[in-house]
Structures are given as C-alpha cells and as structure tokens.
C-alpha cells in the first residue's frame, strides 16, 4: 500500500516558477529514493530530480542552476522547486518512490503525475 499524492502544477510564462510537492504514505520498510520525472507527450519519461534516503541529490543537465529537490526529515514528502522555467519543460510530472516493501522486496512506485505547461 503505497500512495503518492503530487500538487502544484499549472500553467505559467516563461521565466516564472512553480513548486511541485509530493506526499507519500504507505507501508514501505524502508525508502531508498524519492524523484521527480517527467514526460511529455509521445516523448520518453525522463528523470529530472532525485534524492536518496542519504540526502545526494541527482539532476538532469537540463534543469541543473534551475531545479531544486527537497525533501522533509522523515522522506515523507518531496519537492521540486522550479525556477526560470522554459517551454520545453512542459511535461507530465511525475513523482517516484523506490523502496523495500519488505527486507526481501524492492519496488518503484509512481504518482498520478501533475501538468506544468510554460508558455512561450
């Protein structure tokens, strides 16, 4: 039983900024990674932002001096603070959760996913 809930996407100009959050509750032993990826329409899902249970963080080049992930103390939410944003970051957002549902078991979980489109 997991569930990843994501919020804070929308329509903004170019140059403007969001901040997509994303709240994970459930029953897994033990989170190894929380992330953010995105895909566009009849394009690859990509990884934009991540962040390990250890606190490293990993960015697409893309969005490097751009995007910044965060997360709470206890990993159970994630953020993804999005400034001077482009056109070609209009995506499907979505957040991704990897971790052990038990000592045996290790799974990725993914959200619904929010819209962000940036306008030209």
């Known amino acids: 039983q997991v569930q990843l809930v994501e919020s804070g996407g929308g329509l903004v100009q170019a140059g403007g900024s969001l901040r997509l959050s994303c709240t994970y509750s459930?029953?897994?032993?033990?989170?190894?990674?929380m992330g953010w990826y995105r895909q566009a329409p009849g394009k690859e899902r990509e990884m934009v932002a991540r962040v390990t249970s250890g606190a490293s963080t990993d960015y697409a080049d893309s969005v490097k001096g751009r995007f910044t992930i965060s997360r709470d103390n206890g990993m159970n939410t994630i953020y993804l603070q999005m400034n001077s944003l482009k056109p070609e970051d209009t995506a499907v957002y979505y957040c991704n959760v990897q971790g052990y549902r038990d000592v045996y078991t290790h799974d990725a979980y993914w959200g619904q996913g929010t819209q962000v489109t940036v306008s030209s």
């Open positions: 459930g029953s897994l032993f033990r989170i190894i990674a």
